[in-house]
T-cell receptor
Framework: GEDVEQSLFLSVREGDSSVINCTYT??????LYWYKQEPGAGLQLLTY?????DMKQDQRLTVLLNKKDKHLSLRIADTQTGDSAIYFC???????????FGKGTMLLVSP | DAGVIQSPRHEVTEMGQEVTLRCKPI?????LFWYRQTMMRGLELLIY????????DSGMPEDRFSAKMPNASFSTLKIQPSEPRDSAVYFC??????????????FGPGTRLTVL
């Protein structure tokens, strides 16, 4: 496909794990990012992964990258109500400074 | 560090009026990006500057939109005349100088524009 694609909505219960999925467009993309947007706020960088990596872990966050399928996922362990937000994945194509964003996945965490 | 600063945070105007959105990037950052976010189209890149020079403005929707960066610490996005379909949240983001290949973008809080 031409676009970075994400599912639009995910609902989980507090304490469960959340997995947000993304497919990107260019197998030569060098960096892939996850951003978080809380209501009324800008985008906050959560984590990123370089394209020669398969996995990156940062506290409760685990990023998995499958280059063959151009699939990126973000796992949030022990999801909290404060994790409720919209999560964007983005790719940076090789040789470009700009990012291409998905439309975002709204994560709703219920108590 | 104050982060990327945008003003105003909210703007309500009438169709046909001129609108000017402002952005102050983080000190020392040398690339600046303007985005528009809507429910229908998501986050769209409008234009970006490197060292105050516009590099890619292919995302600017039409001639009613213009952007300037007169110095390293200030940029404006102007819409003249504004139309209801311009209603959106406009974000500014910047990248640190010599950030290496990460090119991590730091976003401002956005300006919510409503054109009646």
């Amino acid at each position: 496909g031409e676009d970075v694609e994400q599912s639009l909505f995910l609902s989980v219960r507090e304490g469960d794990s959340s997995v947000i999925n993304c497919t990107y467009t260019d197998s030569s993309s060098t960096y892939l990012y996850w951003y978080k947007q809380e209501p009324g706020a800008g985008l906050q960088l959560l984590t990123y992964i370089f394209s020669n990596m398969d996995m990156k872990q940062d506290q409760r966050l685990t990023v998995l990258l499958n280059k063959k399928d151009k699939h990126l996922s973000l796992r949030i362990a022990d999801t909290q109500t404060g994790d409720s937000a919209i999560y964007f994945c983005a790719e940076r194509w090789s040789g470009y400074s700009t990012l291409t964003f998905g439309k975002g996945t709204m994560l709703l965490v219920s108590p | 560090d104050a982060g990327v600063i945008q003003s105003p945070r909210h703007e309500v105007t009438e169709m046909g009026q001129e609108v000017t959105l402002r952005c102050k990037p983080i000190s020392g950052h040398n690339s600046l990006f303007w985005y528009r976010q809507t429910m229908m189209r998501g986050l769209e890149l409008l234009i970006y500057f490197n060292n105050n020079v516009p590099i890619d403005d292919s995302g600017m929707p039409e001639d009613r939109f213009s952007a300037k960066m007169p110095n390293a610490s200030f940029s404006t996005l102007k819409i003249q005349p504004s139309e209801p379909r311009d209603s959106a949240v406009y974000f500014c983001a910047s990248i640190p100088r010599a950030s290496g290949n990460r090119d991590t973008q730091y976003f401002g809080p956005g300006t919510r524009l409503t054109v009646l």
